[in-house]
């Protein structure tokens, strides 16, 4: 008889790490793949379902302007408990450290459904770094049954908190996956043209920032020190595909206001994504997930955070972390864009996030587990 596992996922980063692994398990005869997602991202969200071809069999739609992580973990609470009185799925597989993940483990712990977790055991231990993210990884680890971490180091941590080692398995990270179905340097589009075509041979910088706990004051420094390394170096053209969070655009649209060498456009479907990476010179992000593709890439990461639970790319040497002062950042940000004998070595280090099998992996010990 089949195994029923029910994937859950509710944001864009979710989606482009577990659209490679739903598309691994809907070809396997062992499993009946039930895909849930909650829409705590809306528009992004559709995007990545969209460029993989995946349907949902459930979408709670839960997302509303301005809610809150009371509106995302009640509503996911009550949804998932419904979905999983219907559907009584065998395991519940959900990824990283969103609230829909956590909600999700929640709602299955309660309801006595095994947990896979997906990206396991990555640590700050800073419950406020990022926040509410570190203290969902911790929450959902200590409830799942199956652990799938990226990195040895990544389980590491979850041997160090007690979890038991039969349970742990080291896969690389899902999101390297995605990377070999959407980069490729036929893919044409016409937003990449007209950025190919406004960039006009400069240097390509990328930039990406919305986390929670960077809005407000630590925005504006990042944004600040940023503008400022664009001010002294006319080579340079910046994309930045802004979130839709009305507190990340006002910052954008202030401090990068009337700079021609700056492109502020819409969130970007993720294969368009993907290869706008592909094409630029230096990534400048906060994002979690960006930290592990864009090394992929040969691409080097100016972290713009205090703290990252991804420190196997500081030691492998394909990550910066800036920190969020303005100061720090201009001095990073600088640094890269001078020193050619850092860049280099960062651009040639070794991607330490796995060699894109890690969906086939995490499918092959579902078959031996569930």
Same mark, same amino acid.
């Given at each position: ?9 509710? &944001? ?12 691994? !398990? ?8 039930? $895909? ?67 909600? %999700? ?10 947990? =896979?977790? $997906? ?39 979850? /041997? ?28 044409? %589009? ?6 190919? #075509?406004? &960039? ?14 960077? /809005? ?41 206001? =009337? ?6 456009? #819409? ?12 094409? %630029?010179?230096?990534? /400048? ?12 890439? =040969?691409?080097?990461? !100016?972290? !713009? ?29 600088? /640094?890269? $864009? ?8 960062? %651009? ?18 579902? #078959?031996?587990?569930?």
């Amino acid at each position: 008889m089949k195994k029923k596992l029910i994937l859950v996922f509710g &944001t864009r980063p979710e989606a482009i790490k577990m659209c490679p692994l739903v598309k691994e !398990l809907k070809k396997r005869d062992s499993f009946q793949t039930v $895909v849930c997602v909650t829409g705590q991202h809306k528009e992004m969200l559709e995007q990545v379902l969209k460029s993989f071809e995946i349907v949902p069999d459930h979408d709670l739609k839960i997302m509303e302007r301005g809610q809150t992580l009371f509106d995302i973990t009640e509503k996911v609470l009550w949804g998932m408990k419904r979905i999983y009185e219907a559907e009584k799925p065998d395991m519940v597989l959900v990824h990283g450290d969103t609230s829909t993940a956590f909600a %999700s483990a929640l709602a299955a712990f309660y309801e006595n459904i095994p947990v =896979g977790h $997906v990206e396991a055991g990555l640590r700050t231990y800073d419950i406020h770094a990022p926040y509410p993210e570190e203290f969902n990884r911790q929450a959902i680890g200590s409830m799942a049954l199956l652990h799938f971490a990226p990195t040895e180091a990544a389980a590491g941590h979850l /041997l160090k908190e007690g979890k038991k080692r039969e349970r742990i398995f080291v896969t690389g990270n899902t999101a390297i996956d995605a990377l070999a179905t959407t980069v490729s340097r036929s893919h044409f %589009s016409p937003v990449l043209k007209e950025i190919d #075509e406004w &960039t006009g041979g400069g240097r390509l910088i990328l930039l990406t920032a919305h986390r929670r706990e960077n /809005l407000g004051k630590p925005l504006y420094e990042i944004f600040e020190g940023i503008r400022e390394v664009l001010l002294e170096h006319n080579d340079l053209r910046m994309v930045y595909p802004v979130h839709y969070n009305p507190i990340v655009r006002e910052a954008a649209d202030k401090v990068f206001a =009337g700079m021609d060498r700056v492109k502020l456009i #819409e969130p970007m479907e993720v294969v368009d994504f993907h290869n706008l990476m592909e094409r %630029s010179f230096l990534i /400048l992000t906060d994002s979690g997930g960006i930290q592990e593709e864009a090394p992929a890439l =040969g691409k080097p990461v !100016l972290v !713009l955070r205090d703290t990252t639970e991804r420190p196997e790319g500081m030691e492998a040497g394909t990550l910066r972390l800036a920190g969020t002062k303005k100061e720090n950042i201009y001095r990073e940000f600088k /640094l890269l $864009v001078e020193n050619h004998e850092i860049y280099d070595k960062m %651009s040639q280090a070794v991607n330490p996030y796995g060699d894109g099998t890690a969906s086939r992996q995490i499918a092959d010990i579902l #078959e031996r587990s569930c």
